[in-house]
């Protein structure tokens, strides 16, 4: 039996003439871009890949097989990204996607809910020259947008808590709006009532069907009936209509005020480390020298690992996800659209190199919007 040290050594010999073969390999994958850019020649066939495949790997022991399969895959993958990246240096005008570079400067800004709400607060801070408009619903914010009536529509995509908002990201490809900008505000729900009122009058609580679940700790403890209302600002609204003392909102500090409530607790969300995402939705997309995130939405064949083969990709890039969900197709049982926000700037070579292949690659993807996500929490 040979020694460690002297096997290792091998395998060092071994390392080294790969490394060769890769830089030659990746040498060949430029040529080949090269002489694809002047045919316009697709770079992903699959067929041909999966021909080569199995040509290499005939004749081999299963267990290594499945081995070799794996690397030679990894390694096909590479020269392809390769290939994507020099005929984009060759060719920029390949690049699929086009956003505006002048800022977002609206003139009308809508939101859901009422006056006082969370929403109202995001589209103040994000656009503090506008004066917010309300209107009932999400849905009601994306059509003014779309038809013109608002420049701009802030709606919440995401809490730490509740998790993701899946009507808004419908929305978002229903009516083909882009997000254009970021507002992180951390949250602190109140119980309000009517003045007089103390907390032992407590019977029934209102509130968003996303901050009741936030309170859960709170409305048990005190034995509370929740009843849902479209919105925090909504509730706080409909307890100073109905002057009952029996009834509470939870709701924001500002709401409380903006209806003359009083405030019988404050910050009784169950976890104090409680925030919501909120974006600014327009017509056009965008893309700023200081923006730090992109998100897409695509569909995949639905055939095993094509999902797993799209995240390879972004890993082969080293661009950091920060998040990935789905949501059913609408007419397509059990099939879905992904979503995945990711970490970049549309004018990084990297990132264009990457949306460029998924262009080819995968049978829809869309941009949904290219933005500035601040490490700060607003209050």
């Not at 010999?13 to 850019?37: C, G, N, P, W, Y």
């Not at 006056?115 to 589209?123: H, I, T, V």
């Not at 209102?206 to 600002?233: D, K, M, W, Y």
């Not at 009834?247 to 976890?271: K, M, V």
Request: glycine share 4%; aromatic share 8%; net charge negative.
């Amino acid at each position: 039996m040979r020694d460690l040290s002297v096997i290792r050594q091998d395998i060092n010999s071994v390392d080294a003439a790969i490394r060769e073969l890769f830089l030659l390999r990746m040498s060949l994958a430029r040529e080949v871009a090269q002489t694809k850019a002047q045919t316009d020649d697709a770079i992903y066939k699959p067929n041909r890949e999966a021909e080569i495949i199995e040509k290499r790997a005939t004749g081999m022991a299963e267990e290594l097989r499945v081995k070799y399969i794996a690397l030679l895959q990894s390694m096909i993958r590479a020269s392809r990204e390769y290939q994507y990246s020099e005929i984009l240096r060759l060719n920029p005008d390949k690049f699929p996607f086009h956003p505006k570079q002048a800022a977002l400067c609206p003139r009308s800004v809508y939101y859901q809910g009422a006056p006082g709400a969370y929403q109202e607060l995001a589209a103040r801070a994000l656009f503090p020259h506008c004066e917010p408009e309300n209107v009932q619903t999400w849905e009601q914010v994306f059509q003014a947008v779309r038809d013109g009536k608002a420049d701009v529509g802030v709606v919440p995509v995401e809490n730490t808590t509740a998790g993701s908002i899946s009507a808004v990201y419908d929305l978002l490809l229903e009516y083909d709006l882009s997000i254009n900008c970021s507002y992180i505000k951390k949250i602190r729900h109140c119980l309000a009532a009517v003045p007089g009122a103390g907390l032992s009058d407590i019977e029934r609580v209102c509130s968003h069907p996303h901050a009741l679940p936030q309170c859960r700790a709170f409305i048990h403890e005190h034995g509370l009936a929740s009843i849902e209302v479209s919105n925090t600002a909504v509730a706080a609204q409909s307890v100073a209509q109905k002057q009952d003392k029996r009834l509470a909102a939870i709701c924001s500090r500002e709401a409380a005020e903006q209806y003359g409530l009083t405030i019988l607790a404050e910050g009784i969300n169950d976890l104090q480390h409680n925030e919501t995402r909120f974006i600014a939705v327009s017509r056009h997309l965008t893309s700023q020298p200081d923006d730090n995130r992109i998100e897409i939405a695509f569909h995949i064949p639905n055939t095993a690992g094509s999902l797993g083969g799209v995240l390879d990709i972004f890993a082969d890039y080293a661009i950091d996800m920060t998040a990935i969900y789905s949501r059913p197709l609408k007419d397509s049982p059990w099939c879905y659209v992904f979503y995945i926000d990711f970490t970049g700037n549309m004018r990084d070579h990297a990132v264009r190199s990457l949306l460029y292949q998924l262009y080819e690659e995968l049978p829809y993807i869309k941009v949904i919007g290219s933005y500035h996500v601040s490490d700060a929490t607003e209050e």
